[in-house]
């Protein structure tokens, strides 16, 4: 079966045909990085307008890498759940029209479901059940994965994401957007002991997440609390900043998500999202599993951020447990589900 997935939650418009939830056939990505950074985040107005631009050459161009025309394709999905509201529609009104003109199968499909589900794409072998640590620009969450389709949510944040607060420590620095792999790259090699930043656990046994706090310690260090200091950084500082910053996050994400197997019992980690790509995230949480005999899935970066073949091979499963959805889907910008 060959579902062709839609992606365009939030700036990247992206398309993939995946053959059984498994073969990757194709798989585009066109991102819009550029013309947010100008901004120094992603305008959600300007999102939008670039989806409606690029979707039909992106569906068109991963059609042609799949070497097929829409008549190979035996089902359509695409994200609905959470996103830029704009930018959603985009991608579920072109799978919508697809699936009517068509009269193929069509299902919704929540967009961290889909981050778990590049971590199976990865590794095919991990069984479930696992915890599931996403972690991306807008989410950080962590799930019980019992199957493809069903994670129940443990934790999630409070307030700023994950890379949302690599991203705003990275403006706050002048070091441009997205924050993540300039702070990754510019931590290397310094001491991340030399500056302690706020690490926030909540109550001891939640597994929810803030990082707002430590975004806001960045910033009293650098501007001063009355944000008059003024901002001349040396380059060591900068990477002595993006080092501790980086280390009071990764000790939180590596806290919660030991916490989370703690409480389910599960000895698999599963992380999925942009931040995946963190290399002292990666470094201390295989470390810190190994320890207590717990495994983690780290998948390789073209994996770990936006992409469709995530979103396609999920389809899949929806679709073969009669998941699927009729043509009155709709977008649902937010999505909190708890159990
Ligand atoms: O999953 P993704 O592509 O989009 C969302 O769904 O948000 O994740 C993008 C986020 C950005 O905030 C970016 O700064 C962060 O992932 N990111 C990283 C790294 N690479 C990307 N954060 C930390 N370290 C990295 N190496
Ligand atoms: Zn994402």
Redesign the pocket.
Known sequence: MNVLGIES????TAAAVVRDGREILSSVVQSQIDMHALYGGVVPELAGRAHIEAIVPVVDKALGQAGMKLDGVDGIAVTNTP?LVGALLVGVSMAKSLALATGKPLAGVD?IHG?IYAVKLAFPELEYPFVSLV?????TSLYHSRSETRHDLLGSTTDD????A??KV?KILGLG?????V???LAKGRDPARLAFARTLLEPTSLDFSFSGVKTSVLYHVRGQDGKKPRALGEAEVGDICAGF?EAVVDVLVEKTLRACARTGSKRVAV??????????REKLAAAGKGLGIATYFPP?RF???NAAMIAGLGYHLLREGKGSDLMLDVEPTKRTRV
Do not use: K
């Open positions: 939650s939030c700036d990247e996103g967009h981050h972690v991306s620009g807008g989410h994401a994950a890379g949302e690599f991203d990275a957007f997205p924050g993540g792999p702070i990754d790259r980086q999925g999202g942009g931040v995946a790509c963190n290399g002292r995230l970066g770990c951020t936006d």
